[in-house]
């Protein structure tokens, strides 16, 4: 059915897979017990498992589907160029290239060639929304998809919330991932957010303010440090890059006022856990300040490999899932990719700034230019939100997030065609008396 749908509309099937991104059911195969886990038999990616989704196989046949009609149509979109294409396609080379040397010499299973495929259809998920979205109408029911499944998950989330629980994405079983939520919630937000701050429809702002109150409740109740943090990095964005700065102000100032009396105990809990957690042993101290276990952890993951692991592959690191498993973005790929990977990453992460940068200032449309903005804000969130979690790998931020890169540049790539042919028209009017007069 997905084939089908996919060879008669693109757009039908990005449909069905923005829905499923959040709203879709998981199972996972393999993995190793927490017995061998805390034994320290196995302690690499691969010991969680495989997880699949809905979403996950969506996304496979939607991408070989695409390939595939663009050989029967003859279609040469997939060579269109984008400010992100050199980064983007390096990027991946390195991370196959790593995973196979790794794979050869058996330190990587299939399991680290399912990732790297899975790398590889995140950009190409880009692409078929660049290529694809020749219509504004298109590019905003695309968005309002978005949205709708993004208010859909925040109230499943709230309906997690009597029982007690860290609040997670829809249909993720016993163990969630309140980080990864939290993380969507916050680019969500900040995307409605620019809209909201560009509009000037009175019935779409007050939506839209609405639909970003109830965000806000799972949103806090995921009990996810790193997407507090990362929201706090994405208003301050924001409050810098945005012309309706009185507005901004007085939503913040509101919002701080209101915090104390609004905010659930358990919220302002687990962030003085940070820092008040009853002493254990192994705690990280910084002068008379201890940090709690967790975040000890993860600073120790950074510290073990930047000292110790790195060194041992410094060019090209020991592949996709060839290393330990860590909650952490930046070490986490110097471990697998090496120096090389490193650099082409944060050279692919360059390019999407300065894209939603020069989006977010030269767009003319309102909403886009506000999904521009917002985009942006919410970029440099998950940028700090990747310090405690793997931001950019996650199925459930990154296929959004490349869907409203896709949206914004295929805007982008619209309004200059139109912008070009309105010069010509007017060109060829110009010219009009110089040719009737070259004939007399």
Not at 36 to 64: P, Q, Y
Not at 136 to 141: D, F, L, P, W
Not at 315 to 328: M, P
Not at 367 to 376: E, K, P
Request: charged share 15%; aromatic share 12%.
């Amino acid at each position: 059915m997905i084939v089908i749908i996919t060879f008669t509309s693109i757009e039908l099937a990005l449909y069905f897979l923005i829905l499923s991104t959040l709203l879709s059911p998981e199972l996972t195969f393999g993995g190793a017990s927490a017995q061998e886990v805390a034994a320290g038999i196995t302690n690499t990616t691969e010991s969680r498992g495989i997880t699949l989704r809905l979403d996950d196989i969506m996304l496979t046949l939607i991408s070989f589907t695409w390939l595939v009609r663009m050989a029967v149509y003859n279609e040469l979109g997939f060579l269109r160029h984008t400010p992100i294409n050199q980064a983007a396609f390096l990027y991946w080379v390195v991370c196959a290239f790593s995973t196979m040397i790794a794979f050869f010499s058996g330190k990587v299973g299939l399991y680290g060639i399912f990732f790297v495929i899975k790398y590889l259809e995140y950009f190409i998920l880009f692409y078929i929304v660049v290529n694809h979205m020749h219509d504004e109408a298109i590019i905003k029911r695309l968005l309002m998809v978005m949205i709708f499944t993004c208010l859909i998950a925040s109230l499943i989330g709230i309906a997690q919330i009597p029982s007690g629980l860290r609040v997670s994405a829809p249909f993720e079983g016993a163990e969630g991932e309140p980080n990864t939520f939290g993380g969507y919630l916050m680019f969500m937000f900040s995307i409605m957010l620019g809209i909201l701050l560009h509009t000037t429809d009175k019935k779409q702002r007050f939506l839209l303010f609405t639909a970003m109150g109830i965000i806000l409740i799972p949103f806090a109740f995921t009990e996810s440090r790193s997407s507090y943090l990362s929201f706090i990095v994405a208003i301050v964005c924001f409050l810098f890059y945005s012309q309706k700065k009185k507005l901004l102000f007085f939503m913040c100032f509101t919002g701080v006022a209101l915090a104390p009396f609004v905010l659930p105990q358990n919220v302002i809990n687990r962030v003085m856990f940070t820092f008040n957690q009853a002493e254990q042993s192994g705690q990280l101290k910084v002068g008379n300040i201890k940090v709690d276990t967790s975040t000890t952890e993860r600073l120790r993951a950074w510290e073990e490999v930047i000292t110790k692991d790195f060194p041992k592959n410094p060019i090209f690191g020991v592949g996709v899932t060839g290393g330990k498993f860590l909650d952490a973005q930046y070490p986490r790929i110097l471990l697998e990719t090496g120096i090389v990977g490193l650099v082409f990453f944060i050279w692919f992460l360059r390019r999407v700034w300065v894209l939603l940068k020069k989006s977010s200032r030269t767009l003319q449309d309102p909403i886009m230019r506000g999904v521009a903005l917002g985009a942006l804000c919410g970029f440099a969130g998950l940028l700090v939100h990747g310090i405690g979690a793997n931001t950019f790998i996650i199925v459930r931020i990154m296929e959004p997030f490349m869907i409203i890169l896709g949206l914004v540049l295929a805007m982008q790539i619209l309004e200059k065609e139109k912008q070009q042919h309105e010069e010509a028209v007017i060109s060829d009017k110009s010219n009009e008396p110089t040719k009737v007069s070259a004939r007399l």
